[in-house]
């Protein structure tokens, strides 16, 4: 497997995704794995990447609904097919477990769905919210499931301001020492994520996922 080799081939799946372009986007994840890319980089580098500029199209009036619709299509159905039989489960019973959710006016779960999906192969018991979660709705998954790990995300700037709302209500509720909180998102930086007083900040899902499993470590 030749590094080069296989970053071109993500680069070849990153455009394929943003152009909505099924079978270049098959045939490119296709082409990684024969060639024995890392299953959890052809994620990152070039489906995931390839959603971000799906974003950043409908960001800039280029793209409209029906084209975020066909995209989420095309990546949950490679995820299926080719990805998710592929990823490696974790044998060691559960780890923890995180409340995860999109916060407050920001109804993207692409990125979100993703964290999730990689915090379960990687033996993490997930209670999904959804998207559009309130600080409210927060509070109260915290009371009801007891998590090690809150999750949040946002694709806004205007929206990412929610997360500090949701720690605020966290310290109001006197639950803020109860519960880890991790931060991310396209906007989300980790100056941010210290600024807001959260735990971790995950730079994309692998990352994120690695942060839960740090946090835990610290916890016990």
Do not use: Q, W
Not at 57 to 86: I, K, Q
Not at 129 to 138: I, Q
Not at 160 to 187: Q, T
């Amino acid at each position: 497997m030749s590094e080069g080799a296989c970053s071109r081939v993500f680069e070849k799946v990153s455009r394929a995704v943003a152009e909505l372009d099924y079978a270049g986007a098959e045939a490119g994840v296709a082409e990684a794995l024969g060639l024995g890319c890392d299953v959890y980089r052809l994620v990152e580098e070039g489906l995931r990447r390839g959603m971000v500029e799906v974003g950043a199209r409908f960001e800039r009036g280029e793209y409209f609904l029906p084209e975020l619709v066909e995209a989420g299509e095309l990546f949950n159905s490679l995820m299926e097919r080719y990805v998710l039989p592929r990823l490696s489960t974790h044998a060691g019973g559960r780890r923890g477990l995180v409340v995860i959710g999109t916060v407050r006016g920001d109804i993207h779960d692409i990125g979100k769905n993703l964290v999730a999906l990689m915090l379960r192969v990687n033996g993490f018991e997930v209670v999904d919210l959804g998207v559009d979660v309130s600080p409210e709705r927060f509070v109260e998954a915290v009371k009801k499931y007891r998590p090690d790990i809150l999750g949040m995300s946002a694709l806004l700037t205007t929206t990412m301001l929610e997360m500090r709302n949701v720690i605020d209500a966290l310290k109001s509720a006197g639950l803020r020492d109860k519960v880890k909180v991790i931060v991310g998102g396209a906007p989300v930086t980790e100056e941010f994520a210290r600024e807001i007083g959260a735990d971790a900040y995950g730079r994309d899902a692998v990352d994120a996922v690695e942060k839960c499993i740090r946090l835990l470590e610290k916890h016990t």
